[in-house]
């Protein structure tokens, strides 16, 4: 397996930061994973302007990777190498502030961040997919800027592990009596024919598969609510469901002891999934096209 570290290219295994790199000992960095289908970064700029917003905030260099064609040839680099042109697989860029001594405060001069990019191969979760997953509910007790794409995840990690020892997919975070969010992906509700998911502000992640999920609902006429639901919504409404890079579209059917609906993956999901599938897999032809006219030039 290929890594990309620092502009070298080198086995995954040797890929080293110092100890003193700000992202180990502070996890002062941004990250960013998108979805790779037939070797094509799908959303690539969209994924690609989170990781520039999150490194304006945090006030770190931009390096070149983020530039598009950069950033595209890095990619291919590492997904032609592990033999990931074919088939799905994700792609993992993660960017810190650098190495230096150990303060608080931003270092004292200028450093260079590290920049670290690898790809894995992923299979959708098509069986659970089709059966509908479920989810258990805690406090949201993450920090106030879940806007941008830190590595700082160990709210996350925690919450991801309850859901795993209680058998269920993920946890739907709570803050003020309102769902906001999961470990990894954004959570959207049908309550009374309209879709309702929290507002992008500064308690969520400005998730891209949510943003891509909700055109497709608006093209579709389906009437859209940027308004947050709340823990005893859920008896009342008819589909829960996930969005998000690695969950594509995952239907809810049950949220700690509330079974959503009638327990089974719902239509409004069913449909967005479908067409995100169809977008997801037009990305897998337009390489193929590029390649066969590439050959036959």
Not at 128 to 156: F, V
Not at 230 to 241: G, W
Not at 288 to 293: E, P, Q, R, T
């Amino acid at each position: 397996m290929l890594a990309y570290l620092n502009g070298q290219f080198l086995p995954r295994a040797d890929a080293a930061v110092p100890v003193e790199d700000r992202g180990f000992v502070f996890g002062d960095g941004v990250y960013e994973v998108w979805r790779v289908v037939g070797g094509r970064l799908f959303e690539a700029e969209r994924h690609l302007a989170r990781l520039s917003s999150g490194l304006r905030e945090l006030r770190i260099p931009a390096p070149d990777l983020v530039d598009a064609d950069r950033l595209t040839a890095i990619a291919d680099r590492l997904l032609a190498d592990d033999n990931l042109l074919d088939g799905e697989a994700t792609f993992y860029v993660e960017v810190t502030r650098g190495v230096a001594p150990r303060t608080h405060q931003f270092p004292s001069g200028r450093i260079s961040p590290t920049v670290f990019a690898m790809a894995n191969a992923f299979k959708p979760a098509e069986e659970l997919r089709r059966a509908g997953a479920a989810c258990i509910t805690m406090p949201d007790i993450r920090w106030l800027r879940c806007d941008i794409k830190t590595i700082q995840l160990l709210p996350n990690v925690l919450g991801k592990q309850a859901a795993a020892e209680a058998g269920a997919l993920d946890v739907l975070f709570v803050r003020d009596g309102v769902i906001t969010e999961t470990s990894h992906a954004n959570v959207l509700a049908v309550i009374d024919g309209a879709i309702r998911t929290h507002p992008t502000n500064n308690l969520i992640l400005p998730g891209v598969t949510r943003a891509v999920v909700l055109e497709i609902a608006r093209d579709l006429h389906m009437r859209v609510d940027e308004t947050p639901f709340t823990p005893d919504d859920l008896s009342r409404v008819s589909e829960v469901f996930l969005a998000g890079t690695t969950t594509d579209v995952m239907p809810i059917t049950r949220v700690d002891d509330v079974v959503i609906g009638d327990g089974k993956p719902g239509p409004v999901a069913t449909t967005l999934f479908k067409e995100l599938r169809r977008r997801l897999d037009a990305l897998a032809q337009s390489r193929a096209v590029s390649a066969a006219a590439t050959a036959s030039a």
